[in-house]
């Protein structure tokens, strides 16, 4: 027990609490959604086992299983792929019985082990762009497998990883740039072909060319970069007519609110309707009248926020982030502080995916991030992203165990 | 190390950020604007109206409006709980019982916070009742939609086809493609078939509600996109000869088209029905009515039914017989009847010794069932295939039929030369369309299979419009060939033994070919192809009348009454 770090358990165990009544409050008197809470608290207790487990193994076991389990995902979102049924227009789950998996989030967990366990290697060398390349195509493949599902917000997250990672591995921050540099191309350039303004595009090339005199690449390098600008900003336009119309609406709904009222928008307006109307202290506990009167779709899952805000109000909102914020900050300075250099990537990679699940989540309740269908870390119902996050927490503590170990 | 240390305050400090960010965005929305979405929650004030896009117009190739759009009011209740009293009274008012209302919005469940459409197309003493009883009727409310209007009434009905309201089944697959709950989409027909294009894209609404549903002030809107302008092959001078030529009377279909091109110019098909009344809330009764109507109206003869051809297929026997080489020199003259085997094969006239040419003209079965004697039927398959018969012709409307072309295969063990003999005047087994038959006399006339279309051009909304290319293939016969053939249907027409005088045009040469199809069920069909003018054809026709009898006397005088519009029209000036 002396080993236990209650700075991480601590927020953890509150946020399931507050997901709980969450789910419970969102799903009250709808005959549909009646298996939803006891399945939720199954999958707490499965995840509370699936914590201390993963908290026990010892890390030498952790570091051989690394590539096991990444080899293990890929096969399945591979599989998922090939033989997964449609729902909704997407190939996400496996059904198993009366239960679906999602690969998708597992292959979170395998992922920050696997990146680890390459980044922990003294021989890497970041200051050497040869060695960024490994960890962003392990990440990037991964990501890409999700995209086609499609799953634009798990695909996103999965490559928000490697970033975080790299940087506390010592990458350069002009590298960071360079290897941000496609995506903030792409966006601008969408951001061109759908508003028609041009000008995040020229500022963007404006640094771009900026940051690469100063820098001053290798002639190849440089040719191949702006080979790679130039690919995108022609593919671009032609991907978007590529897209899902409803993936189309969303993205268009981000750019411009407003936009569509009746897809995205809509829900977006009764989520922030719902938690803006929460005022100080929220309606009370089930006395939600937005969510409870099921205005805001995927209340128990995606908007889980939003029942928390409007009930809760504004101190049932900071209390979350105040958890987020502590459990974040604790696991980073254990990150700062454990001896082996595997666990201390491990319990990066899981602090920035929390971080940014729950920034991309919250916002997205609030109107200020685009609606992707991301889960809420340990609040939102469903049993693969429970699991996973459960299991880093286990990792974390896993780390606080073995902190003297090298 | 200090350069770590920096890492690590980078990396806490953007992640703590964030969340930081995520607590200021609440506070705003939650106080500084907490009392703004109060009130929203709290009296439910905003609503979401979608505005439906107007479906595009539907016009002919000259611009001549042939679908358009009219408004009309909807009445229409918000799915909020309802007093029994409001409900009573507008049942009584609408004369639509409270269980259909309630029925109706069990049913769109999926769609909350959308109005019940409770009337539409309101006539206007019902919508003046209601407006006097405005309070007593909280939650009620009107939409103004469009609704299909036609200005020509039936005028190719069967052409532009119908809307109607989508089942629950299709809605939910059309819902994610951005459709409206209680939106009209195609059912029939060019609307059917070009629905995305006519489709344009919905808009919303926010408005602020008071306490009784009625709108306060609008908070915003998206305006929705209308659909594309199609303009169709069809004239409209043309096909209202053609309607009045058909008559009313008959049954059965006619397609003239541009046989360089494919462009169908006419296209009638009887009985016929009214897309007026077929499009919008199909009361139960007039569907039913429709539905178990034996004559089938909805039914688009002219590219759904498939008939026997009769004699209007010889042509196709003649090329045949021209291309295996066969030779008529020691055929028997015509005496009435052929016999084959133990068989005896009739003809319907006496026409002594006659050529090819004559043999078309007169239609005379006797020398094409000595044609058959020497046939191969798979040969005689292919080049009926070759002109596009007993198979799909591509035409851009819902539904075609195939026809059948039947070949030694088909028949197996029944085969005997004799059933070719049958085959050859179009007899038997086989089943054409006309719109099968229009493309084929086109294509003896030019030599060249086309597919046919009615559309013509469409129009963006954005002012980009783009045409449909004309899509033509050689057909493989010697020209010589067909030169005879079409010298033939020339005498069948213009010739003083010919069979199709009756479509003769004043100073054009019509080429044609009539027949006679027979009917175990009945009477004759009727037929009539013909191509016009015979030197550098322009039009290309078919024509069938189901159970009338003979075809140059039924099918061939239609044909003629549109042949010469189109000529008179064209030597006005006319655009075709």
């Known amino acids: ?298 209340r128990h899952t995606d908007f889980i926020s939003a029942v928390v805000g409007e009930e809760l109000g504004l101190f049932g909102m900071s209390l979350v982030l105040a958890l987020f914020g502590m459990l974040i900050w604790r696991s980073m300075n254990l990150a700062g502080s454990v001896r082996s250099r595997f666990l201390s990537f491990c319990i990066v990679g899981a602090a920035s995916l929390w971080a940014f699940q729950a920034t991309v989540n919250i916002g997205m309740a609030l109107g200020i991030m685009p609606v992707t269908g991301l889960p809420l870390p340990f609040l939102s119902y469903g049993g693969s992203s429970m699991l996973t996050h459960m299991a880093l927490v286990g990792l974390v503590l896993n780390a606080r165990l073995h902190r003297y170990e090298y | 190390m200090p350069e770590d240390r920096i890492r690590r305050n980078v990396l806490v400090g953007g992640m703590l950020g964030a969340l930081v960010l995520l607590w200021l965005r609440t506070f705003s929305l939650q106080i500084v604007h907490g009392d703004y979405y109060r009130r929203l929650s709290e009296e439910n004030r905003v609503r979401v109206e979608p505005i439906e896009a107007l479906r595009g117009l539907i016009l002919d190739r000259n611009g001549n409006v042939l679908v358009e759009n009219r408004p009309s009011y909807t009445v229409a209740v918000l799915p909020s709980p309802w007093l029994d009293s409001t409900l009573a009274l507008l049942s009584e008012l609408t004369g639509i019982s409270a269980e259909e209302i309630k029925r109706r919005a069990s049913a769109q469940r999926r769609w909350p916070r959308q109005p019940v459409k409770v009337k539409r197309d309101l006539p206007f003493p019902m919508l003046a009742s209601i407006e006097e009883r405005r309070y007593e009727l909280p939650g009620v409310i009107y939409q103004i939609e469009p609704r299909r209007s036609y200005p020509f009434g039936d005028l190719a009905a069967h052409v532009l086809g119908y809307v109607g309201e989508p089942t629950r089944r299709e809605f939910a697959r059309l819902a994610r493609e951005g459709y409206l709950y209680g939106e009209l989409v195609g059912r029939s027909g060019v609307e059917l078939y070009y629905e995305r294009l006519l489709h344009g894209r919905p808009g919303a609404r926010y408005v602020e509600v008071d306490a009784f549903g009625r709108e306060v002030r609008e908070l915003s809107r998206r305006d929705p996109a209308p659909g594309a302008k199609l303009y169709l092959t069809l004239d409209l001078r043309l096909q209202e000869v053609a309607e009045e030529a058909f008559g009313d009377g008959r049954t059965g279909a006619l397609v003239a088209l541009d046989p360089r091109n494919g462009e169908i110019l006419a296209m009638v098909s009887r009985p016929s029905f009214s897309p007026e009344l077929l499009s919008g809330v199909l009361s139960e009764d007039l569907w039913e009515r429709i539905r178990s109507d034996t004559t089938y109206p909805l039914l688009n003869r002219a590219v759904q039914s498939s008939y026997p051809p009769g004699s209007s ?241 039924v099918a061939a005088p239609i044909a003629g009454k549109v042949l010469s519009a189109y000529f008179s029209e064209m030597m006005a000036g006319g655009t075709p």
Not at chain 1, 7 to 33: D, F, K, N
Not at chain 2, 334 to 358: E, P, Q
Not at chain 2, 414 to 421: H, K, N, R, S, V
Not at chain 2, 475 to 484: A, G, H, K, N, Q
Request: charged share 15%; proline share 7%; glycine share 10%.
């Open chain 1, 1 to 298: 027990m002396r080993d236990t770090e209650w700075g991480i358990l601590l927020p953890v165990l509150s946020l399931l609490v507050l997901g709980t009544l969450g789910v419970y409050s969102a799903t009250r008197g709808v005959e549909a959604l009646r298996h939803t809470l006891p399945q939720h608290i199954l999958f707490i207790c499965l995840g509370l086992g699936v914590m201390v487990s993963v908290s026990l193994i010892p890390p030498k076991v952790l570091y051989s299983l690394a590539c096991p389990l990444y080899l293990a995902s890929l096969i399945s979102l591979i599989a998922l792929l090939a033989l997964g049924t449609p729902v909704r227009g997407a190939v996400r789950w496996f059904s198993l019985g009366s239960f679906h998996v999602q690969p998708s989030e597992p292959a979170k967990f395998s992922l920050i082990l696997a990146l680890s366990r390459f980044l922990e290697d003294r021989r890497t060398d970041l200051r050497k762009v040869r060695w960024i390349i490994p960890p962003v195509s392990m990440a990037g493949l991964f990501s890409l497998l999700v995209l086609l599902e499609p799953d634009l917000g798990t695909a996103l997250s999965i490559a928000f990883l490697p970033v975080a990672m790299l940087w506390w591995a010592g990458m350069l921050p002009v590298h960071l740039f360079l290897l941000m540099s496609p995506v903030i191309n792409g966006l601008c350039v969408l951001i061109w072909v759908l508003t028609g303004n041009a000008l995040p595009w020229g500022a963007f090339l404006v640094v771009l060319t900026v940051v690469l005199l100063l820098y001053r690449p290798r002639f190849f390098h440089l040719i191949l970069w702006t080979a790679l600008h130039i690919g995108i900003a022609t593919a671009v336009p032609s991907l978007w007519e590529r897209l899902y119309d409803y993936q189309r609406r969303r993205i268009i709904a981000f750019l411009n609110p407003g936009s569509d009222p009746m897809g995205a928008g809509y829900q977006v307006l009764q989520s922030k309707v719902a938690i803006g109307s929460g005022g100080f202290w929220g309606k009370g506990f089930m006395k939600g009248t937005q969510t409870g009167l099921a205005f805001v779709p995927a």
């Open chain 2, 313 to 553: 297929l010889k042509p196709l026997t003649a090329i045949v017989g021209l291309v295996s080489g066969i030779d008529d020199e020691d055929f028997v003259p015509c005496c009435g009847s052929l016999r084959f085997g133990d068989r005896v094969f009739r003809c319907w006239g006496r026409h002594g010794r006659l050529d090819v040419i004559g043999a078309i003209a007169q239609s005379c079965d006797v020398y094409f069932y000595q044609m058959a004697e020497h046939m191969d039927v798979d040969i005689w398959a292919e080049y009926a295939e070759a002109l596009g018969l007993g198979r799909p012709t591509g035409v851009d409307l819902p539904g075609e039929e195939e026809g059948l072309i039947p070949s030694r295969e088909y028949y197996g063990k029944e085969w005997a030369q004799g059933i070719m003999l049958n085959l050859a005047i179009g007899q038997g087994e086989i089943l054409v369309t006309p719109i099968q038959m229009a493309r084929y006399v086109g294509a003896i006339a030019t030599g060249r299979l086309v597919r046919p279309h009615v559309l013509l051009r469409v129009e963006e909304p954005d002012g980009r419009s783009f045409s449909v290319e004309p899509e033509v293939e050689e057909v493989p016969i010697p020209p010589d060939v067909l030169s005879v053939v079409r010298k033939g249907m020339l005498e069948a027409v213009e010739g003083e033994e010919g069979t199709g005088r009756a479509a003769r045009v004043p100073g054009v040469k019509v080429a044609g070919k009539t027949g006679t199809a027979q009917n175990p069920h009945g009477e004759h069909h009727a037929w009539f192809v013909a191509f016009a003018p015979y030197e550098d054809p322009t039009i290309a026709l078919a024509v069938v009348v189901e159970r009338a009898g003979c075809g140059g006397t």
